[in-house]
């Protein structure tokens, strides 16, 4: 960790706000001011290594300092900088990422719309779906289907559809129409007595009773993670997707599948739609489609879909909506590589390789006196912190031991991070077995050292 007396802290503290921040605590400690990377780890100024047990913000799948994706960006970056695709225009670089993003994601999602975030992208779904129903004649169909610890976003929209109080409260949202659903965390939000079976069902029938409840007509899409995130690192119940799905197909409500974190292999599978056993209309993606080496999202849609986008642009005479870096040239060039890497290495293959020797290794801390469960799928994990195994009472203040879990892990060499009570796991997709022992053998430390 950092201490006070480095420059760049003092002007960090003079200038940065932070995101996800508590801001007069950071006016008192300070940040960890990282300087380097290189694969699985991170430096910090004052030259101590850490794991990056969270791939950066669940992002960078190919580890740090790449040199191919740095060759890749250099070489663009040389070639054409920048260039906007407004108005027919195009590049090299998106025109091949499109067509590489159609080749790897469900057969069925035939276009690609860029943006340069995840928040970014969800906004357009927004928008995109009421365009659609404009054109379709159903002005009323504009609702969303969302749900209670959702993440998907931080802009107005996106922020909207996010079910998380910690992105709401003080922002006036949610500002667009959502209904957000019962959370499937069957540890969490089951009933007593109720069997996972049970809780699925009943899910599924409270989607359909708030179907009926609002209108059909006036609900037009339903947005899930296939694994739930920044919410902690939820994984559904055994047939909620097909379930949901189901649903969707029933009442005409396209589904969309947020993949931003699970995208890429992250899950197991090439998506996690796939993983679920699912067919989104709409599919999301960010975080390791470049591993974060550049912004860039990119958003996929059935022909189904394009085809009544298309209609009217026809008749209004353009899509008015885009972004000034949306597919820009040179994180379009990084992404193409960064899918090369994933596919040359086989890291999707190597995530299935070590997903029982990580998830079977995190669950041995399910008999720690803190731990409430352990869950995960995949490279991607959350072990959630509770006062009380037998009540699953959280401890108070409401997210105090896992920031001092995460206080403790980097203090062990180990950055993970804490998500209420929870603490989130998602190492880069290179991680090798000796490493996922060494980040099992810092987390474990510092849960010892968790005050009782």
Not at 56 to 67: A, D, N, R
Not at 108 to 137: C, I, P, R
Not at 302 to 329: K, M
Not at 427 to 443: C, G, H, N, R, S
Request: proline share 6%.
């Amino acid at each position: 960790m950092t201490t006070r007396s480095n420059s760049l802290q003092e002007t960090d503290i003079a200038h940065q706000l932070h995101p996800y921040t508590n801001a007069r605590v950071h006016e008192k400690q300070g940040p960890m001011i990282i300087t380097k990377g290189d694969g699985c780890y991170v430096y910090d100024s004052e030259g101590k290594k850490y794991l990056e047990g969270l791939a950066g913000l669940w992002s960078v799948g190919v580890g740090f300092s790449q040199p191919r994706l740095v060759e890749a960006a250099a070489k663009q970056m040389a070639e054409l900088p920048y260039y906007q695709n407004f108005a027919h225009k195009a590049h090299a670089p998106g025109i091949l990422l499109s067509e590489k993003l159609v080749e790897i994601t469900p057969e069925h999602l035939t276009k690609v719309f860029y943006t340069n975030s995840g928040s970014e992208a969800n906004d357009t779904v927004v928008k995109f779906v009421w365009f659609m129903n404009n054109m379709l004649g159903r002005p009323e169909k504009k609702k969303f289907l969302s749900r209670n610890k959702a993440y998907h976003g931080i802009t107005v929209a996106s922020g909207s559809l996010t079910g998380l109080p910690g992105n709401q409260k003080g922002f006036d949202l949610p500002a667009i129409p959502v209904v957000h659903l019962t959370c499937p965390h069957y540890y969490r939000w089951a009933e007593e007595g109720e069997t996972e079976a049970e809780f699925t069902a009943r899910l599924l029938r409270e989607a359909e009773e708030t179907i009926l409840a609002e209108g059909p007509e006036t609900i037009a899409a339903f947005i899930g993670e296939p694994v739930m995130g920044a919410g902690g690192v939820m994984t559904p119940p055994e047939g909620y997707w097909p379930g949901i799905e189901a649903l969707c197909r029933k009442y005409d409500i396209l589904l969309v599948s947020d993949e931003v974190i699970n995208g890429f292999g992250r899950t197991g599978k090439p998506f996690g739609c796939e993983r679920y056993g699912f067919k989104p209309d709409i599919l999301v993606t960010s975080k390791q489609l470049t591993s974060s080496y550049m912004p860039l999202a990119a958003i996929l849609m059935s022909d189904e879909v394009y085809q009544v986008i298309a209609d009217y642009t026809e008749q209004l005479g353009t899509l008015g909506h885009g972004f000034t870096a949306g597919g820009n040239p040179v994180a379009c060039a990084v992404a193409l590589e960064n899918i090369k890497i994933i596919e040359e290495e086989d890291l999707m293959g190597n995530v299935v390789r070590l997903e029982d020797k990580f998830q079977s290794g995190l669950r041995k801390f399910s008999d720690h006196p803190m731990v409430g469960e352990v869950r995960g799928v995949g490279l991607i994990a959350g072990i959630e912190l509770v006062a009380d195994k037998a009540t699953k009472k959280s401890y108070e203040p409401a997210g105090y031991l896992a920031a001092t879990a995460a206080k403790l892990a980097a203090e062990q060499g180990l950055i993970v991070r804490n998500i209420y009570e929870t603490i989130g796991l998602c190492p880069p997709m290179i991680i090798d077995d000796a490493q996922i022992d060494e980040l099992l053998e810092k987390l474990g430390a510092a849960l010892e050292r968790l005050p009782a």
